[in-house]
């Protein structure tokens, strides 16, 4: 499938890397592999984020070589012949006439001649800008072509002389996301938050994880993106103090609430929601105390993504919110400023406010510059994910808090006057959850209910164990 971005901005991104390249110098790029599952079925396969961001070709096993001032053209790509054969078990290929056609190539090779080819194009750059580290194997093979060149010296060759670290200067063109890019995003994150309004409309008591699961996987495949971008996390009551929660399996109990942190991927593009909600549809006193707070926190957070404040400023005004609101509420005891010099919060908040988002959910992007904290500017996408965790175990506080898991995260793009929401569309404070949850609740098909009274049965079980 190719991608919903227009060939252009392949072509754009390409000439931006290479007028960061030093002249006479060389770019190597590879694919990502298929990933044996078990015996000869394969994980579904995922297009290595830098070579898609260049290319646009999904499709394992592909070498991308920029070349700048090349007399033939800056863009070659080594990548599957055709094989008609193959392509009856395993799907269209591009094969090398693809490449230039539909991807842009300026010339175009079997990968199976790499080995042939690759050496020549290498000889006589003197820098090669490349990944070095992160496929074990192609370091192999790079290395094997350089010194075939330095095995020739005597006649002449002349080997690459240095080697650049291709991800310092990839990842910073990816930090920044196009107007193209942004709509793509903002596509994924309506998605996202329509299946997050799915769930919080059919849970009930009862339920079970996975079946919330399954009503994100359905809503994001029906519209288009088949993939979450990570695994999903649907956590009910102690299961939602449990950060990396995936296993999903356990009952939904009435009183208590879940933590849903999922998002689609969208033609490699990743948004990221978590949304916490009552299963019965009404948050108690407690619950509904801390659900605030993190929100005030959240939404505190949010007001200074704007070009020109630092990316840590986020989190100093989370952990301010934060640990204010657990003196108040009396889960923390003491002077503010010394319980956050000392990070007491962190009994409670272990985690930082968010993280760089785009092809990847925890994207590239360095976050300090200079030993300085990066400041904001425009195109630059990040989470913003506030969370409150009361261990079940935790003694120091009154057992009417304990067990209660509450995170709220949204996905923001850096605009030139502020900043925007692209998940804005899945409910998030008290009102708006309660009301529609009040309002939805679609009849449950018949299989599905007989499960629900089930997982009821058990729930009733596990309450009293």
């Keep these: ?199 919080m409309a059919i849970c009930k008591p009862g339920m079970m994880e996975y079946q919330l699961e399954a009503e994100l996987l359905h809503a994001f495949a029906r519209n288009g993106a088949r993939f979450p971008a990570y695994p999903s996390i649907v956590g009910g009551g102690d299961n939602g103090c449990i950060l990396h929660y995936v296993e999903n399996r356990d009952v939904l109990c009435d009183g208590d609430l879940v933590l849903i942190d999922a998002g689609c991927e969208l033609d490699h593009y990743a948004s990221d929601i978590t949304r916490t909600f009552p299963v019965n549809g009404k948050f108690s006193r407690e619950q509904k105390a801390l659900y605030e707070l993190v929100l005030k926190a959240q939404l505190a957070a949010i ?21 204010e609101g657990l003196v108040q509420l009396g889960l923390l005891k003491g002077k503010v400023s010394a319980l956050i010099k000392k990070g007491a919060y962190r009994d409670f908040y272990m985690h930082r406010a968010g993280h760089w988002l785009g092809m990847d959910v925890h994207d590239v992007g360095d976050y300090k510059c200079g030993g300085e904290w990066r400041l904001f500017e425009p195109g630059m996408v990040l989470t913003v994910e506030p969370g409150i965790y009361v261990s079940p175990h935790n003694k120091k506080v009154d057992k009417k808090w304990r067990g209660i898991g509450i995170r709220i995260e949204d996905d923001v793009v850096v605009t030139r006057d502020g900043n925007q929401v692209l998940t804005a569309l899945a409910p998030k404070t008290v009102e708006e959850i309660e009301s529609w949850m009040a309002l939805q609740h679609p009849h449950l098909p018949a299989e599905m209910e007989a499960a629900r009274k089930k997982g009821k049965e058990k729930a009733g079980h596990k309450k009293k164990a």
């Design 1 to 199: 499938m190719k991608s919903l971005l227009p060939r252009k901005e392949f072509a754009a991104r390409r000439s931006r890397l290479m007028e960061m390249m030093e002249p006479n110098s060389i770019a190597i790029i590879p694919s990502a592999h298929e990933i044996i599952r078990n015996n000869d079925t394969h994980f579904p396969f995922r297009q290595d984020s830098d070579f898609y961001y260049l290319t646009g070709l999904n499709e394992p096993d592909a070498v991308a070589v920029l070349i700048p001032g090349r007399e033939h053209g800056a863009f070659v790509m080594f990548c599957r012949d055709r094989d008609p054969e193959r392509e009856l078990w395993d799907g269209y290929r591009a094969g090398p006439e693809g490449a230039c056609k539909d991807y842009g190539a300026d010339d175009a090779f079997p990968v199976d001649d790499l080995d042939e080819i690759l050496p020549g194009l290498l000889e006589g750059r003197e820098r090669v800008y490349y990944a070095m580290g992160r496929d074990s194997e192609f370091d192999r093979h790079v290395m094997e072509w350089v010194n075939t060149i330095r095995n020739k010296v005597r006649s002449g060759a002349i080997p690459p002389g240095e080697f650049l670290d291709l991800n310092h200067f990839l990842h910073e063109l990816r930090l920044f996301k196009s107007a193209q890019e942004i709509q793509l995003m903002q596509r994924a994150g309506e998605i996202s938050a329509k299946a997050h309004r799915r769930t």
């Design 303 to 323: 007001n200074v993504i704007k070009p020109g404040n630092h990316w840590n400023e986020p989190h100093d005004i989370t952990v301010q919110v934060i640990t």
